[in-house]
């Protein structure tokens, strides 16, 4: 495969910032930050779990428009708000990614661009990866 191939997930902050939420080239896919918006609605307000479930969701959701799925995954970084929300966000990583056992970060930051954020997962995935 030649060339590079970007996917929109039609987030406000991609058209203001000038950014698309994966892009592939070749045999990798790198998906920037994800949070758990779907439009202008955040899931989770207020739960590290259920932000980082549904920003994970978000996440695949941009590298199954490459026709990849989480066995594809090699790296996951996780942004956090909040050290006490470690457990949580491990948690909801941990129900996805157990069998596939991609490499992880997890950094806490001083925070997001929507003060309502508490996480932000970043993937990479490649193209012919096993679990």
Do not use: C
Not at 43 to 68: H, K, S
Not at 73 to 84: D, E, F, G, Q, W
Not at 87 to 114: C, I, L, Q
């Amino acid at each position: 495969m030649s060339g590079v191939r970007r996917v929109q997930s039609g987030s406000p902050w991609e058209e203001a910032f000038g950014f698309a939420r994966a892009v592939e080239a070749g045999d990798r896919v790198v998906v920037g930050g994800t949070t758990s918006f779907k439009g202008p609605v955040l899931y989770g307000e207020g739960d590290p779990y259920e932000q980082t479930r549904v920003a994970i969701a978000n996440a695949l959701a941009a590298i199954a428009e490459f026709g990849l799925g989480p066995e594809s995954v090699t790296a996951v970084r996780l942004l956090i708000t909040h050290a006490r929300d470690v457990d949580a966000v491990g948690r909801a990583h941990k129900e996805v990614f157990d069998s596939v056992r991609p490499v992880m970060t997890m950094v806490v930051v001083s925070g997001f661009v929507d003060s309502r954020i508490l996480v932000e997962v970043e993937l990479e995935a490649f193209r012919g990866a096993t679990s």
